[in-house]
């Protein structure tokens, strides 16, 4: 888009709140707010560049523009009374209310963004490109802050000045480090371990093959369910994030409910895994689970030997035991049917809709080994992708294959920045000024040590993921796409479900979940929490925080952890009916998962004395070599 379409869409900008030309503001500020979103709208590409924008609203906005901004520049020649407010925490410290030109600097900034964002509305585009236009605007505001400058960060100088300029030479020296590294600090990396002090859960790896490795829990209870719990975690992203600290582990809170908990743990790919397909995720990752998982279900005993306390077989011949079992059978299919209903299963985000592709492909052939399913913000419908839909259109998917879709990998520090740039203020303008602007060392927090642990991708299984769910969304459609050589319709899923979502999810929107939700043929519940993506599941139940939503009464509080029937109605056809019906409930939505978990589980036993189990023997202790694999 050219400079001139905006300018003759709206009047120019004119000082309404006072007479005195020295409080007009400079013409320059007209020209510079136009310029400002031409630029921005570039970054947004070719096809933002020819659009054009409602002539009306960009009236309506540069003129509100102009009047405001009048008012600011009277209140720093100090014409007006009223005094310059700014409300934003990147401009919260002292420092910017002391010095007036940094307080008109900040408010000045902010005056302009939002300007630039509500230019965005006037756009006249589809909701696709528009959404696309907002992402690029919104990375050039932020960008642009003043807090990120460190001659505009009166923050940043007034360090400088007591550190004598000691904190200018740290800086220099982060920015060299993360130079380096190729990334940008989060946290003091050094103070964590996985298996040290992070995924701590005592366990044994007792099945390993190239795809993953299948963790068994030591349990916590006296007694555990017949059905032990399946977890499929997230192939993005480490699986650690469901077992971070004792007082935060979804992991150790089901163990501690009864549960006999087995957990995949994904093998970070390298280039000798660059050929990997979805298939392959399904095949060998999944089905093979769910089929080990029920050998050790069925094999489960209460009278057994000790596990061995930090003797455990060498996982050389152990890892060799099994890829030779793992290649003497076709991977993910046995010879005879697997069990009826031996095992619960839960999937986490895109392990998620791994584990409901899986279970698909299962009841296609006539098989039911999961008596229950729980997803956790899995989107199985990709109608609504949120803001990730910005990455992804037929040009972007072609290129995907293009160059790895045959044989490669996504690096992980590429996954890594996609995200972050969804929220750049936290994750990555926060860091920048911190650590390079103040010279200062970001705090350990074990929470950002797991989002700096990026996991490659298979190039094949990426091409094929971003073009028949985010792109062509072929998952709703009864047996529009075969995986595993077997047509997929999420209708077969009969088994009961619990689904969740966060109701401020920005990855996974709660609506798409609730709409995957709607696809599934057996009864389910539906839950919503409070906060986003990680937050909203990782929610403990003994920490009281946030609340959760859902369509049935509490149990009374003396029945709270004992076996109860739990409530299903049948889902409302949209998710704005089921959230009218809903009723708002404080604390955690862990307790109404157990719950319903315990009825799935089957009747009690005395929890087993050793892991594995059916010749499944320990490997190496939790949590394994897989997960300590960096990208």
């Not at 371990?193 to 795809?211: D, I, K, Q, Y």
């Not at 839909?389 to 045959?406: C, P, S």
């Amino acid at each position: 888009m050219s400079a001139q379409p905006f300018a003759s869409a709206g009047s120019t900008i004119r000082a309404s709140s006072a007479s005195d030309a020295s409080s007009a503001p400079p013409p320059a500020w007209t020209e510079g707010l136009q310029q400002a979103f031409v630029a921005a709208l570039q970054s947004a590409g070719d096809q933002a560049r020819s659009l054009r924008l409602d002539p009306a609203r960009v009236a309506d906005i540069q003129g509100r523009f102009g009047r405001e901004y009048a008012d600011l520049w009277s209140s720093l020649l100090g014409s007006s009374a009223q005094s310059i407010d700014v409300k934003d925490r990147r401009f919260a410290a002292e420092s910017w209310r002391e010095n007036r030109f940094s307080t008109y600097t900040a408010a000045l900034y902010l005056l302009g963004a939002r300007a630039l964002l509500e230019l965005v509305d006037a756009v006249q585009a589809d909701a696709k490109t528009q959404q696309k236009i907002r992402f690029a605007v919104q990375q050039w505001v932020d960008a642009a802050a003043p807090s990120n400058i460190w001659a505009l960060n009166p923050e940043a100088m007034q360090t400088a000045l007591q550190t004598q300029g000691e904190s200018l030479r740290r800086g220099m020296d982060n920015l060299l480090a993360d130079l380096r590294r190729g990334k940008i600090t989060q946290t003091d990396e050094r103070e964590f371990e996985v298996g040290r002090n992070v995924a701590t859960s005592e366990g044994a790896v007792v099945f390993e093959n190239p795809w993953f490795q299948l963790i068994d829990y030591k349990p916590l209870a006296a007694q555990v369910h017949a059905r032990p719990l399946l977890i499929v975690p997230p192939c993005i992203n480490k699986f650690y994030i469901l077992d971070l600290q004792p007082a935060n582990s979804l992991v150790r809170y089901a163990l501690e409910q009864g549960q006999r908990v087995l957990l995949m743990s994904w093998r970070n790919p390298d280039a000798s895994c660059a050929h990997w397909t979805w298939d392959d995720y399904i095949d060998h990752g999944v089905l093979r689970a769910i089929a080990v998982a029920c050998d050790i279900a069925a094999a489960s005993t209460p009278v057994a030997k000790a596990a061995p306390s930090g003797k455990v077989a060498k996982a050389g011949k152990a890892a060799a035991k099994v890829d030779e079992a793992d290649k003497a059978d076709k991977v993910g299919q046995t010879s005879t049917p697997l069990p009826q209903g031996g095992i619960n299963a839960l999937g986490f985000c895109v392990g998620g809709t791994l584990l409901g592709t899986a279970l698909a492909v299962l009841a296609a052939r006539g098989e039911r080994p999961v008596h229950s399913v729980t997803f956790l913000t899995t989107m199985l419908d990709f109608s609504d992708t949120g803001i990730l839909d910005v990455f992804i259109d037929e040009a972007q998917v072609r290129l995907r294959e293009a160059t790895i879709g045959k044989g490669g990998l996504l690096a992980g520090a590429e996954l890594a920045a996609a995200f972050s740039s969804l929220r750049p203020n936290d994750l990555t303008w926060n860091y920048v000024v911190g650590n390079y602007l103040k010279g200062e060392t970001p705090p350990p927090f074990d929470l950002l040590y797991w989002n700096a642990d990026s996991t490659n991708l298979p190039g094949p299984m990426l091409a094929w993921y971003l073009r028949n769910t985010y792109l062509e969304n072929k998952l709703p459609r009864p047996n529009a796409v075969s995986v595993a050589g077997t047509p997929v319709d999420l209708r077969r899923i009969t088994i009961p479900a619990f689904v969740y979502a966060s109701r401020e999810d920005h990855i996974v929107p709660w609506h798409a979940g609730y709409a995957s939700a709607l696809l599934l043929g057996g009864a389910t519940r539906f839950v919503l929490g409070a906060s986003g993506h990680i937050a909203g599941v990782i929610n403990p139940a003994s920490k009281n925080k946030r609340s959760h939503w859902r369509l049935d009464q509490p149990p009374p509080k003396a029945q709270a952890n004992a076996k109860r029937k739990i409530l299903t109605k049948p889902l409302p056809a949209t998710p704005a009916a089921w959230l009218d019906q809903a009723t708002e409930y404080p604390g955690s939505w862990w307790s109404d998962w157990a719950a319903w978990l315990a009825v799935q589980g089957g009747p009690l036993q005395p929890a087993p004395k050793q892991y594995g189990g059916a010749g499944y023997r320990p490997i190496e202790p939790a949590p394994g070599r897989y997960v300590k694999v960096r990208a």
